[in-house]
């Protein structure tokens, strides 16, 4: 795969993650009768696409590592040694509130809001910074075993995670204690190298790293239910990117706008983000 030259030693770095993930194996998926009075029958997932209701603008050098919007701010965080931040901006026009560096020993990667705190995971560092939400202030951490790469909130009692794997690991939201893990299954496709995380409430939704792929996956079954592809999003931040002859990197990154069924997608070095809406594919 090509990546900017400015990105180059985080492809390596993204792809020593990969390899290790991979080598850890996998968990057995979950089985017709693992979840009462629900029906976990394998069906080939339905082809989504994701129409854009609008686009904002985004920081063309924000190597894009988690999106979550929480009331009317939307957090974001960004990865590469020396080169990682927390922001916070408008969730509605994507105009920056607040940003803050991290320290150079730390790869930023996803983050969640969670009964008042904002959580941060880093990428090797087996650490996951506690953020005031309101200033992005570090007010504690957590620690972890393994890599971080996604998160997300699904309750006020529980956390999601992701590895690079096909992996995902459910944590405890006040203690961050794994409290299990399962694998994402797919029929008729891969469903590995799961990467940021979302969740709206029903389905959580997931990008897929080096694929422009965003799978949504039933959480009870842990069974891919949809795929979308944002072929047409990344081409779009291509074209804009090439006026200012920038070159963008692989698409990572999904907010669910709460209230709504939509959501703000976008990528690593991408100017823009896309309101966008899911949509069976016709």
Not at 103 to 122: C, D, H, K, P, Y
Not at 125 to 138: G, I
Not at 171 to 178: C, I, N, P, Y
Request: aromatic content about 8%.
């Amino acid at each position: 795969m090509h990546l900017p030259a400015r990105s180059t030693r985080w492809g390596i770095a993204s792809s020593l993650a990969f390899a290790m993930a991979v080598g850890a194996g996998a968990l057995p998926p979950a089985s017709a009768s693992s979840t009462a009075g629900i029906s976990c029958a394998a069906k080939k997932p339905t082809r989504l696409v994701a129409q854009v209701i609008r686009t904002v603008g985004h920081d063309p050098d924000a190597f894009t590592q988690g999106l979550d919007v929480a009331g009317n701010t939307l957090y974001e965080s960004d990865g590469g040694y020396t080169e990682s931040t927390v922001r916070s901006m408008n969730a509605k026009t994507g105009v920056e509130f607040a940003r803050i560096d991290l320290a150079s020993q730390f790869f930023a990667e996803g983050l969640t809001v969670a009964n008042g705190r904002l959580i941060q995971l880093t990428w090797n560092e087996h650490t996951a910074l506690l953020r005031n939400p309101a200033t992005l202030a570090q007010t504690g951490t957590f620690t972890f075993t393994g890599e971080g790469w996604g998160l997300e909130t699904l309750s006020k009692t529980r956390l999601l995670m992701s590895d690079g794997s096909s992996n995902l690991t459910e944590r405890d939201a006040t203690t961050f204690r794994q409290l299990k893990k399962w694998r994402v299954t797919r029929v008729g496709g891969a469903a590995d190298l799961l990467n940021e995380l979302d969740f709206d409430g029903r389905h959580i939704w997931a990008n897929r790293w080096l694929t422009n792929e965003i799978l949504r996956i039933d959480p009870r079954c842990h069974t891919v239910t949809g795929v979308v592809d944002v072929t047409a999003l990344r081409q779009r931040a291509e074209e804009i990117a090439a006026q200012e002859y920038r070159q963008i990197d692989v698409p990572n990154g999904i907010a669910h706008i709460p209230g709504t069924s939509r959501f703000w997608v976008t990528g690593k070095y991408w100017p823009v983000m896309f309101e966008v809406q899911m949509r069976a594919a016709t």
